[in-house]
């Protein structure tokens, strides 16, 4: 067996491409540790860390963490993991932020979700909680046995805030308007960029599987299956 070469991705897609269910099977697929932003900054914050305080402060203040206190968290928890292979998800959002990754680690692939807004807008505005339990229905593909009410306990579905035709709208532009500079950063200037577009998730999944069986070293894929 040849020497394990490590292999760094990064994830990008609008919120509702399916970017966590795509993380998720690269991740059992192809044995990449799953590295969430969120899941850092949440983290740090519940642990009071230094910068998990600072963050907290921006947030509480209705303020935006800056590029360089997101990269440090990013890059603080990449630390110690120089021999394993990741995929990088939420994080890079700006150039800045991309430009303080780069500067520590080649990224060898951004994988980036492409689904057409309207595809978005439909599943993210037919989408109702049942907040007590977290249990999530989509009144498309899979609505609730009765409009309205959670399965289990009757009680009321909600939609969130988050969920509605304007807030999704407003996420939507947001999202476009500060990432598309970033794929441009990694598609002219690094060259690493491999966009997969479609409206179903299970369309989609085929393609990427077969992009990173191809530049992954078969000595690091796990044996799940596309």
């Known amino acids: 067996m040849g020497l394990q070469t490590v292999f760094r ?8 491409s399916g970017k966590g269910t795509v993380s998720s099977r690269i991740a059992q697929s192809f044995a990449l540790k799953h590295l969430s932003s969120g899941d850092m900054l949440r ?3 519940e642990a009071k860390t230094d910068l998990g305080l600072l963050m907290k402060s921006c947030i509480d203040q209705g ?9 440090r968290l990013v890059l ?11 995929l990088l998800d939420g994080f890079p959002r700006t150039v800045a932020q ?3 990754l780069d500067s520590v680690y080649d990224v060898d692939s951004v994988i980036n979700l492409d689904v057409p807004s309207q595809t978005i807008r439909e599943r993210l505005t037919s989408r109702w909680v ?17 409009p309205g009410l959670d399965d289990v306990t009757g009680e009321p579905l909600i939609q969130r805030d988050d969920d509605s035709p304007e807030t999704v709208s407003r ?18 200037s690094k060259g690493v960029l491999e966009t997969f577009s479609g409206t179903e998730t299970n369309k989609i999944w085929p393609h990427v ?6 530049k992954i070293p078969g000595n690091q894929q796990a044996m799940g299956k596309a």
């Open 209 to 214: 599987h077969a992009f990173l069986a191809r």
């Open 98 to 100: 991309a430009d303080a």
């Open 76 to 86: 603080s928890s990449l630390r110690g993991l120089e021999q394993t292979s990741w």
């Open 63 to 71: 303020q935006l963490v800056p590029d360089d206190v997101i990269s």
């Open 9 to 16: 991705a990064v994830i990008m897609g609008a919120p509702g």
């Open 130 to 146: 049942h907040l007590p339990s977290g249990r999530v229905y989509n009144i498309d593909f899979n609505p609730p046995k009765k």
């Open 43 to 45: 983290a740090n914050i």
């Open 171 to 188: 996420r939507l532009k947001d999202y476009e308007r500060q990432t598309q500079p970033v794929l441009e950063y990694y598609s002219r």
